[in-house]
């Protein structure tokens, strides 16, 4: 079982930039970052192997966000630049047993609780 913690989330104002971070117990061999908007379904965001270190975004996070990961720690992290008030929303770390980098959730059996981010107007 690898269980995750996700850390970093706040409340930003519109152009700020904020970096999250999620510990694994033990490294699955892909993680991935995902949102959930009030009142909105789970979105992907990105995911990253961890071996290599090849990434998977959306077009979108491509433009302002980078995934990395630190193998050592078994840490992922989610760099977010230019954040605007559309990025609010609850941020979860996810692991997966495959290589392969999965844009759909239901792909990856570990969950962190999430991690709010706010992003003021």
């Known amino acids: 079982q690898v269980h995750l913690l996700e850390s970093g989330g706040g409340l930003v104002q519109a152009g700020d930039s904020l970096r999250l971070s999620c510990t694994a117990s033990t490294r699955p061999n892909t993680m991935g970052w995902f949102r959930q908007a009030p009142g909105k379904g789970r979105e992907f965001v990105a995911a990253i192997r961890m071996r290599d270190g090849t990434t998977n975004y959306t077009d979108a996070a491509k433009e302002r966000f980078k995934v990395s990961r630190d193998i050592a720690k078994r840490t992922l992290y989610l760099q977010m630049n230019g954040l605007n008030p559309e990025d609010t929303a609850v941020y979860y770390c996810?692991?997966?047993?495959?290589?392969?980098?999965?844009?759909?959730?239901?792909?990856?059996?570990?969950w962190g609780q999430g991690t709010q981010v706010i992003v003021s107007s």
């Open positions: 996810a692991g997966s047993d495959s290589y392969l980098l999965f844009g759909d959730y239901s792909m990856y059996a570990y």
